[in-house]
């Protein structure tokens, strides 16, 4: 089993910046590809962004181009998303996902999910 933890969420004010982690774990877990969504209250589960296990493939969310930045530590098993001059329209959960493979992770099934961590941005 694979376990995603993140951590770094928190609140911020509009124009700020925090950087996210999740840090993955279990005997079955060999990197493979790695991602962010996030969800506001009474939307849609929203794509941030995604990273392949060499780092070379990345695609971002039409929102957060711009301002996000995913990267990896292979070595340390862990997903970071940087994010930049952030939006009261960024406040969501924030979870990390993964999977073997690169295309679960863009089409929103991967095989794991984390358990999210609370982005606040005021305004």
């Known amino acids: 089993q694979v376990q995603l933890v993140e951590s770094g969420g928190g609140l911020v004010q509009a124009g700020g910046s925090l950087r996210l982690s999740c840090a993955a774990s279990?005997?079955?877990?060999?990197?493979?590809?790695m991602g962010w969504f996030r969800q506001a209250p009474g939307k849609e589960r929203e794509f941030v962004a995604a990273i392949s296990w060499s780092g070379g493939n990345i695609y971002y969310g039409d929102y957060v181009k711009g301002r996000f930045t995913i990267s990896r530590d292979n070595a340390k098993n862990t997903v970071y998303l940087q994010m930049n001059s952030l939006k009261p329209e960024d406040t969501a959960v924030y979870y990390c996902?993964?999977?073997?493979?690169?295309?679960?992770?863009?089409?929103?099934?991967?095989?794991?999910w984390g358990q999210g961590t609370q982005v606040t941005v005021s305004s």
């Open positions: 279990g005997r079955t877990f060999s990197s493979g590809a």
């Open positions: 996902a993964a999977d073997l493979a690169l295309s679960p992770v863009l089409s929103g099934i991967p095989g794991f």
